[in-house]
Antibody, heavy 121, light 110 residues
Framework: QLQMQESGPGLVKPSETLSLTCAVS??????????WGWIRQPPGKGLEWIGSIYYSGSTYYNPSLKSRVTISVDTSKNQFSLKLSSVTDADTAMYFC?????????????WGQGTLVTVSS | QSALTQPRSVSGSPGQSVTISCTGT?????????VSWYQQHPGEAPKLMIYDVSKRPSGVPDRFSGSKSGNTASLTISGLQAEDEADYYCSSYAGSYILVFGGGTKVTVL
């Protein structure tokens, strides 16, 4: 059974960079069949796709966040990471990592439990 | 790319049917058969309920069904049960390898 676990600081100061990692177990991140994505959810609000990555390093970003987002993959550690720069309080959210099938169908079956990141000084 | 439009809330009594709409444009919902629906209970990660407009993953009750007409997709829950009370989100491929979500709908079982 695939498991995904987000980790990283729960508190980030405004203007700094948010950094999170998603560790994958029970399956290989190098599988040619899947992509690995980040989704966030501000408190009491809806879901927002941040971006996705393929094990080869190909990335796909939400245009509204593209200028501030970097997603990378470390196949040796079976994990992938998110960096979001110049954060503001609008970036306070639960951040989920998830696996999906393709970059057209975007079917998210497996999700991490999520990690809450608060932006505050 | 704007978020897809969903009603803020819908409600129904146990055993009744409810339908949640998800309205987009010809650039997303109307342009592709790649609409998914997710159920989210408080404090939990979303759970896939429907994908590719109307396909149901194994383990999802057949009370849940999806459809699409033009730029609007719909999720219908038939025979509403107490455990169906949750937030529901639609998502759609929007071209250029971009995904857009709906704003979410709270389903209340009366």
């Amino acid at each position: 059974q695939l498991q995904m676990q987000e980790s990283g600081p729960g508190l980030v100061k405004p203007s700094e960079t948010l950094s999170l990692t998603c560790a994958v177990s029970g399956g290989s991140i190098s599988s040619s069949n899947y992509y690995w994505g980040w989704i966030r959810q501000p408190p009491g609000k809806g879901l927002e796709w941040i971006g996705s990555i393929y094990y080869s390093g190909s990335t796909y970003y939400n245009p509204s966040l593209k200028s501030r987002v970097t997603i990378s993959v470390d196949t040796s550690k079976n994990q992938f990471s998110l960096k979001l720069s110049s954060v503001t309080d609008a970036d306070t959210a639960m951040y989920f990592c998830a696996r999906h099938s393709t970059v057209t169908t975007f079917v998210f079956v497996y999700w991490g439990q999520g990690t809450l990141v608060t932006v505050s000084s | 790319q704007s978020a897809l439009t969903q009603p803020r809330s819908v409600s129904g009594s146990p055993g009744q049917s409810v339908t949640i709409s998800c309205t987009g444009t010809s650039s997303d919902v109307g342009g592709y058969n790649y609409v998914s629906w997710y159920q989210q209970h408080p404090g939990e990660a979303p759970k896939l309920m429907i994908y590719d407009v109307s396909k149901r993953p194994s383990g999802v009750p057949d009370r849940f069904s999806g459809s699409k007409s033009g730029n609007t997709a719909s999720l219908t829950i038939s025979g509403l049960q107490a455990e169906d009370e949750a937030d529901y989100y639609c998502s759609s491929y929007a071209g250029s390898y971009i995904l857009v979500f709906g704003g979410g709908t709270k389903v209340t079982v009366l």
